[in-house]
């Protein structure tokens, strides 16, 4: 057993820590330009989807909670477009407004594989597992109190700013219980496979040629032998 000097305590501030390098780690690499967030977080009473566009997603699980975060028009169009022509896509092609369904459905997949990255690395260092629905993303001209239905009995929220590669401004406000998870005894974080790894290791491999099979071929040379030597 630790002594109380050495217990491992993973606490909210943490969990938020986690969250957010799960966010920028994702945006940067899909989008090639470099996203941060601030050195201060703001302790707040209550989240709420703002505009332009707002995302939300409800956790549940080893903990529950409600992650959100709020895009201004331009940090929004910033992302996307950045996102679609690092995958070949060339301007004309992009949509003029944040307010396109195109917009929305892009943002939300970038959520979808913020919120699988962070809920990987909770299995992966807190040996617990989450699940969340999909990212819903909506375009608002006005703000939006969200009522948490995620049985919190002792709610905290956090709030976090970002800046985009353009210095655009977008915010991630997290609700979750008042928790702390203590190690227990040491152990070596679990390696779960990264998804997108496979799934281009599988298209790899069924682009890859197909191989010959010299075994077959054989096979029916020595058949042929056999046949011959009968005499037929």
């Known amino acids: 057993m630790k002594s109380p000097e ?10 938020l820590s986690s969250l957010c390098n799960s966010v920028t780690r994702v945006l940067t ?10 050195g201060m977080i703001q302790r707040i009473t209550r989240t709420c989807l ?5 995302c939300f997603v409800l956790f549940d699980g080893g903990f529950s909670g409600l992650v959100i975060i709020n895009f201004s028009a331009q940090a929004a169009m910033e992302l996307y477009s950045n ?24 943002m939300g997949e970038l959520m979808n594989q913020v919120v699988g990255d962070f809920t990987g690395k909770v ?8 699940t969340q629905n999909q990212p819903k993303m909506l375009v608002l001209n006005k703000q939006v109190m969200l009522s948490v239905d995620a049985n919190l009995d002792q709610p905290e929220a ?15 406000e997290l609700a979750i219980d008042k928790t702390e998870f203590v190690k227990l005894y040491d152990f070596e974080a679990q390696d779960i496979p990264d998804p997108d ?14 191989a010959p099979a010299p075994a077959a ?15 037929m």
């Open 6 to 15: 050495e217990t491992v305590v993973f606490g909210t501030e943490d969990l």
């Open 29 to 38: 690499v899909a989008t090639q330009s470099q996203i941060r967030y601030s």
């Open 50 to 54: 703002k505009p332009d566009i707002g």
């Open 83 to 106: 996102y679609l022509l690092n995958m070949g896509l060339s301007k004309s092609d992009l949509a003029s407004s944040y307010t396109s369904d195109e917009v929305s459905n892009v």
């Open 123 to 130: 299995h992966r260092e807190l040996h617990t597992h989450i």
């Open 158 to 172: 956090r709030r976090v700013t970002f800046y985009t590669g353009a210095n655009n401004i977008f915010y991630l």
């Open 197 to 210: 790894a496979l799934i281009a290791q599988a298209h790899a491999q069924a682009a890859a040629p197909a």
């Open 217 to 231: 071929a054989n096979a029916a040379s020595d058949t042929d032998d056999l046949l011959r030597s009968l005499g």
